[in-house]
C-alpha cells in the first residue's frame, strides 16, 4: 500500500516562496509517475504538475508554468514542488499524488493516482 505524506505548508505573503515535500513509501518509489495537485476552498481538485519516474518529463499546468518547480529523489524516496512568486490564488489544500501504474508517462488525470493527506498553503494578498 503507497503511503504518500506531505510537508512544507503555510502562511506566506503574495510573492513569496514555499517548498513542498512528500515523502513516499510501500512501493518502488523510482518506477512511478509522482505529481502534485491542488483544491481550493468551493472548487473541485486541479493538477499542477508530475514528473516521470526518472525525472526526465516534467509537466505543469499552464498556472504554475514558470513558477513552480517539480523534482524528485529517488534515492531518498521523495517528491518536492518548489513554488516562487506565489498569488492569492495559488491558495488551497496541496495534494501529493503517486501514480497507480509503473512506468507511465506523466498524466494531468486525478483518476490515475493515489493521494496524500494534503498540506494547507495560504497566499496573503
Known amino acids: 500500500q503507497v503511503m504518500l505524506v506531505e510537508s512544507g505548508g503555510g502562511l506566506v505573503q503574495a510573492g513569496g516562496s514555499l517548498r513542498l515535500s512528500c515523502a513516499a513509501s510501500g512501493r518502488t518509489f523510482g518506477s512511478y509517475t509522482m505529481g502534485w495537485f491542488r483544491q481550493a476552498p468551493g472548487k473541485e481538485r486541479e493538477f499542477v504538475a508530475s514528473?516521470?519516474?526518472?525525472?526526465?518529463?516534467?509537466v505543469y499546468a499552464d498556472t504554475v508554468k514558470g513558477r513552480f518547480t517539480i523534482s524528485r529523489d529517488n534515492a531518498k524516496n521523495t517528491v518536492s514542488l518548489q513554488m516562487n512568486s506565489l498569488k492569492p490564488e495559488d491558495t488551497a489544500v496541496y495534494y501529493c499524488?503517486?501514480?497507480?501504474?509503473?512506468?507511465?508517462?506523466?498524466?494531468?488525470?486525478?483518476?490515475?493516482?493515489?493521494w496524500g493527506k494534503g498540506t494547507l498553503v495560504t497566499v496573503s494578498s
Open positions: 499524488a503517486a501514480d497507480r501504474i509503473s512506468f507511465r508517462m506523466p498524466t494531468m488525470t486525478s483518476a490515475d493516482y493515489y
Open positions: 514528473i516521470s519516474w526518472s525525472g526526465a518529463t516534467r
